[in-house]
Nanobody
């Protein structure tokens, strides 16, 4: 499975962006997640969604970000609202087998996307 992210860009603080991750194959049975990595910082898991639709979020994005999936389109989404400069990072899509909350278990990731940059200015 190849994963291709899109939707990143530059936005002012308080703004919104919607990231998409298009998969080359069927994703309905996969757990999916979004990770992010800011310059000079370690990769951070942001949100997960497993095959049955259950979602989970890192505390840093809870209440502001929403992860969703459209299995018919083989696409994962991340709606990001109330963005702050601290959200500036490269955002990566990830997929893995099983029912793992991948954003808390990066060692379970089987496929990674190439990333899309999100920059939030104050």
């Amino acid at each position: 499975v190849q994963l291709v992210e899109s939707g990143g860009g530059s936005v002012q603080s308080g703004g919104s962006l919607r990231l998409s991750c298009a998969a080359s194959g069927y994703i309905s049975s996969y757990s999916m997640a979004w990770f992010r990595q800011a310059p000079g910082k370690e990769r951070e898991g942001a949100a997960s969604i497993i095959s049955n639709g259950v979602t989970s979020y890192a505390d840093s994005v809870k209440g502001r970000f929403t992860i969703s999936r459209d299995n018919a389109k083989n696409t994962l989404y991340l709606q990001m609202n109330s963005l702050t400069p601290e959200d500036t990072a490269m955002y990566y899509c990830a997929a893995g087998s099983g029912s793992w909350l991948l954003h808390t278990a990066p060692d379970r990731v089987r496929y990674w996307g190439q990333g899309t940059q999100v920059t939030v200015s104050s």
